[in-house]
């Protein structure tokens, strides 16, 4: 048989077996999907900021444990609020003659997906914080820290970013932490990362799998029973909304996040300040990070809201009266009247 | 499982929701995998045990009646007190070994510790500039794999500890594809060619084409990998996609390194001796062929934009793993395995089959790397499907290897090579087989992003890949040098790896299915993180002895090269011995 004595022929037949399957499963679809994709309307380029911390992003690895994709099964739910769409990728292209296109996918979740983490957590200073030590944050973390991207100053000029780091995080150096202009860049770049909404009329693609999430309580459950849902609700959507920076002790950070155990505005007999704080965010005080309008950009729903001041208001000590749902519906609308006719 | 097989293939269907976990045909599929060796070392040790008991009973039996039996017949009277002389096989003459038959002799009675294994036959001379060539490529091969396994444990202590260090060239993400690319393209892949150096003109009977070209891609390659693993480390990298994480003027020089073996392969192979061409030589010429196929695709700088990076990254990284280092490798097996055994190959319809199927297959799966991803479905249910077709290449190699021992698996007893080709093997079926159940949906629900793509990998290119490289540098090493390596510390390199790798992977695949439970059941993030800690202390632990084992090999292979400097009076005058 010709094949086991013609080289030539032998590998001249395995190459182009070899391309042809190539061209039909890699070649073809990669060049059909980077020539029918088109950014969403509405979303802009990353800004001159957050492209450099883009690239800082991906110079330092990050993509090694983040992984940037809501897949369309119900446990990545947490993630995005849809499954990300060929559209969603469409405004990576290559940066340099020397890179490839950046679409950082990634394949592993050592740490948690950034899809949306622009939006999951848009504190300018506890990303700083994080970046400068992540165990300061959040005790049980395993990502590196990067201590390089700030400096150690006396003075403070004007202009400095002035990052808060408790002292144990400060490794024996005296001085003020201030930010560099990478880690204020590869801040920008995190807090793009936020999931845009799909244009009206479009659906969004399904999640599947859905029952292997978390059920929602059935509405004919004993009271008793949707009590103890809305406790464990509570203690959940805490972890994810605020526990980044008020801890899951409450006691907050020193110098950075306020604490919410002993505190006088969460144990307020009147939950309105607290429910005001939770949806429009805070910044009365100097010695302390800016609150972002957490529940606004989360679209935290008043059963939400309230299993949260639930979870706040009898936690750590905390002691106050329950607020029932129905209060919390009254006060948000509240909010919003005085908001639209101050 | 057989009724649940055909569904698991499609890529973007939500079916058996509700199903336990114990009914998910990938999951079974996984655990039988994991119990394949353990209950092999199981059946091992039950014989052995019951072996040793059979031969104390019979130890303790009272000895053969020797009082003299009435036996009537004259001629039994002179045969009764018959004894032997104990000169019987040696016959009435001195000892002489003129032809130097004897290969060893001694005199030292002392129990040994373990047990001797044959030492590597002379070989026909091979051309000392040759072998100079080719230990140069596994010398910087076991540079790179000392390295880059340093660096890899580092990493390991790393998560356990994630303050070790704060200097930026140190840290987790620039430092983890200095690992993996250094042990990629520096180790296994020079191992590989400096193998093949040897096997490829081999198999065609007749010399290299150009020793010059070699020594041209063994600088080109070295030098790759140099200029790779500095610039990840000042964070210059491709933007993230696994194993091509070098940039491409970098690559190029592999690239080019490459091109120039390919060519002298080609002449070499164009001028056998041979009329047909041997099936190591179909394997190893095509996946240098089919790797610079991939490696144009992957790294032209100008497309892949959006979607179509994740395409061709999926495309790559895997055919990167099959076309050009298990592909290599089933070519050196082709060679070395029958060699080891002195006797050929099962069949070579089999492997000619598993060379076709392969392509087939293989080239197809990329994509399953990205299951659920926003890649169009069409692709992903491609890529699951393929992954099934691996089991015909994957089945026909292993069934060609396994009725290749068949008849010789007492000779693995004396050998130091051929438990690693074992090992190897027995890898290259579940390894495999584990990558086919991975592809499957649920599984993917439940283990991807998690550390059981760790534990995949490292089956797979350790298990797979670098014990059958050991293997090969074992059993061509000592014919080329004439020195062999210290037995034992080959032995306990072999166990070192083995343990370590287990160590390391069954760890991680726990820990890795129970983090993909708790991300199913929607529980806090850092919960996940917290569980793996003590999993990631075992995977520490487990590379701590895998890093180990390279110390030893490295050795190992200093000894081989140089031998020992002050050698004991090799020629102990055999007449001498035996008087």
Known sequence: M????????????AFLFFTGLSLVVAILPALYNQENNAPLPGTEPLSDDALAGKHVFIANGCVACHSQQVRNVAMDNVWGSRPNVAADYAHNTRMHWWMNTATLMG????????????TRLPSLEWHLLHLYNPRAVVEESVMPAYPWMFQIKEDIEEGDKVVNVPAEFMRDQHGTVVATREALQLVAYLQSLQQAPLPDGTAAPAFLYRSQAPAAAPANVSADAAATEAIADGAALYAANCQACHQATGAGLKGAFPPLKGSAIVQDDDPEVLIDIILHGYNAREEYGEMPAIGTINHLKPEEIAAIIHHERTSWGNQAREVSVAEVKDIIAMLESKKNNP | MVTAWPRAGYAQTAAEQNAPLLTQPGILITLVLILVPLLAAFIFMVLQVRRTLLRLKWQQQPAVQTEAID????????????????????????????RGIIQHASNDHAIPFVAEKKKAQARPAIDPKL??????????????????????EYLGIKLV???????????????????????????????????AYYVVPKVSNTTIASLRQGWQTLILINTAVVLGSLCL??????????????????????????IITLINFLRTVARRTTTEI????????????FTLVISVIAYWPTWQNGLGETIVQGYYMHQGVGMWFMLFNLGLVYYFLPQQLNKPIYSYSLGILAFWAQILFYTLIGTHHFVFSSIPWWLQTVAIVGSMGMLIPVIAGTTNFLMTLKGGWNKIA??????FYVTGIIFYFTGSFQGTAEAFRFTNLLWHFTDFTVAHSHLTMYGIIAFLLWASIYALVPRLTGHEPPQWLVGAHFWLAFLGLMFYTIPLMIGGTLRGLMWMEGKPFIESVVLMAPYWLWRAIGGSLMWLSHILFAYNFYRMVVGVRAARPAATPIREVLA
């Open chain 2, 233 to 258: 480390m000042n964070g210059i990298n491709n933007a993230g996609g696994e194993y091509r994480e070098y940039v491409w003027p970098v690559m190029a020089l592999f690239g080019l390194g490459l």
């Open chain 1, 2 to 13: 010709k094949l086991f004595r013609n080289h030539t022929y032998l590998y001249t037949t």
């Open chain 2, 161 to 195: 500890s994630p303050d070790a260090d704060t200097v930026p060239w140190l840290s987790f993400g620039r430092l983890r594809p200095v690992h993996t690319n250094a042990v990629f393209w520096g180790w296994s892949s020079l191992a590989m060619l400096g193998l």
């Open chain 2, 414 to 419: 004396s050998s130091y090579t051929l438990p």
């Open chain 1, 107 to 118: 394949t592993e979740r050592t740490g948690p997906d950034l899809t949306n983490i622009g």
């Open chain 2, 278 to 289: 041997y099936i190591s030589n179909w394997y190893i010429l095509s996946a240098i062929i």
């Open chain 2, 71 to 98: 036996f009537p017949h004259p001629q039994r009277n002179p045969a009764v007190p018959y004894q032997l002389s104990g000169r019987e096989l040696a016959g009435q003459y001195a000892p002489d070994d003129s």
């Open chain 2, 131 to 152: 072998t100079h060539l080719i230990l140069w490529y596994l010398g910087t091969a076991t540079f790179w794999l000392v390295l880059g396994t340093t660096v890899g």
